[in-house]
């Protein structure tokens, strides 16, 4: 590809996903002084948090008894911005090429090329994409969604609901006294979602649930107006439908990281204590990362990103020191 100077991008630390854990490295990167740019394919920052369940209190976050996951991302991006970080959204991070003399490059399907001094890979489960809903057809965008991220945008809409599992009942309780009607359709009479979820949502009178259903098609002339739904007999219904959220699970996928040299264990990413890789200059935290005792939880990954980025510190300037020093010691 012909080199594009306008687009290349010059940091101290590159940061792949912009999950909890590469959130709270932008910040410790800042904080350490580094110029720190964030890579991450989706278009918003969040990881799993914003994309699958924004709405949801989280209870095991240190110091918080309960923190909606929306606010934790608002939060951490709080947390990071006096540092100004480049954030590089909405594109994926395709190459990784350390020169003779360690500096590391990354490219991303969007062009951009990022030479930095190293790297932290937050990447979670990789890139992750939706499964479809084959009779969503050509609906996307125009009434078709795979999330809901902000429920008081389908006030005074229909909304039908696809899926058996804990993002469709959640997304269903949320909508419910927020959209027009709350439809569920799951192709099963049993669901996977958590059990107080599944009994709130059939108790509440509001909410319509058709186990066993199907949605066959989605029709409207320009935008989703209705879809048709039959049971395993083959009888058929027309529900009005401005929305439809497809929630039936996402694939993920490494990716391109699986072509980068790491080592790497049931597409994870293996790390020794300092939470290095088997590349050098290339650090790993959160989700995405593998040692024995891994425990995957949120909280995990932001220990492990305060010690992979302290520890590219040392790497970047030999002559900083590996321990930060207290947040407490900086001006406000
Ligand atoms: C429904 C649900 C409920 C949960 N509840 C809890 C809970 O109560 N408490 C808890 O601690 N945990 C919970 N978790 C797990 C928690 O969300 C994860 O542990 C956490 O999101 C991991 O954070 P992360 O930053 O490591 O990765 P992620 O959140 O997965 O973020 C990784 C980011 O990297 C990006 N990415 C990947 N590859 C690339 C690439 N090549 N280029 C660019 N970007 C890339 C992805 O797009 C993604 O945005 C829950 C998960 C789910 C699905």
């Keep these: 590809m012909a080199d594009r100077p306008h687009q290349d991008r010059e940091v101290d630390l590159v940061i792949v996903g912009a999950g909890p854990a ?19 394919s ?12 924004p709405e949801k209190p989280i209870h095991d976050i ?21 540092f100004d970080p480049l954030y590089l959204l909405g594109q994926q991070a395709t190459g990784l090429h350390r020169d003779v003399h360690g500096i590391l490059t990354l490219t991303t399907s969007a062009g951009v090329r990022v030479t930095c001094r190293a790297v932290v ?8 994409s939706p499964r479809e809903l084959p009779a969503g057809g050509s609906y996307e965008d125009r009434g078709l969604v795979y999330f809901v991220p902000r429920p008081d945008d389908l006030a005074d809409q ?17 909508l419910d006294g927020v959209a027009r009607s709350v439809t ?3 192709r099963r009479a049993r669901f996977r979602a958590h059990e107080h979820s599944v009994a709130r949502m059939l108790a509440s009178p509001s909410i319509e649930v058709l186990v066993d259903h199907e949605v066959m098609e989605a029709t409207g002339t320009h935008m989703l107006e209705s879809v048709r739904v039959a049971d395993k007999r ?17 694939v993920a996928d490494l990716g391109p990281i699986n072509e ?23 650090f790993a935290a959160g989700d995405v990362t593998e040692y024995p005792g891994k425990v995957r939880l949120i909280a995990v990954g932001f220990g492990e990103a305060a010690t992979a980025v302290n520890n590219a510190m040392t790497l970047i300037d030999p002559e900083a020191s590996l321990f930060p020093g207290h947040s407490t010691d900086q001006p406000c």
């Excluded at 989706?42 to 369940?53: E, I, R, S, T």
């Excluded at 240190?62 to 911005?81: E, H, K, W």
């Excluded at 229909?158 to 949320?174: F, K, P, R, T, Y």
């Design 234 to 250: 083959g009888n058929e219904r027309r529900l009005k439908c401005q929305t439809l959220v497809a929630a039936l699970g996402f």
């Design 121 to 128: 890979l937050t990447a979670g489960v990789g890139t992750f």
């Design 158 to 174: 229909d909304v039908v609901i696809v899926g058996g599992g804990d993002s469709a009942v959640d997304w269903a309780l949320l």
């Design 22 to 40: 590469g959130l709270f490295a932008a910040y410790y990167g800042g904080f350490r002084g580094l110029r720190v740019a964030v890579i991450d």
């Design 42 to 53: 989706l278009p918003q920052p969040g990881g799993q948090v914003m994309a699958m369940y």
């Design 260 to 282: 980068w040299g790491l080592e790497l264990r049931d597409r994870h990413i293996l790390v020794d204590t300092t939470m290095a890789t088997s590349l050098p200059g290339v």
């Design 62 to 82: 240190a110091g918080f008894p309960s923190v909606r996951g929306r606010d934790l991302i608002d939060g951490l991006m709080r947390q990071a911005a006096p």
């Design 184 to 186: 569920l359709v799951h």
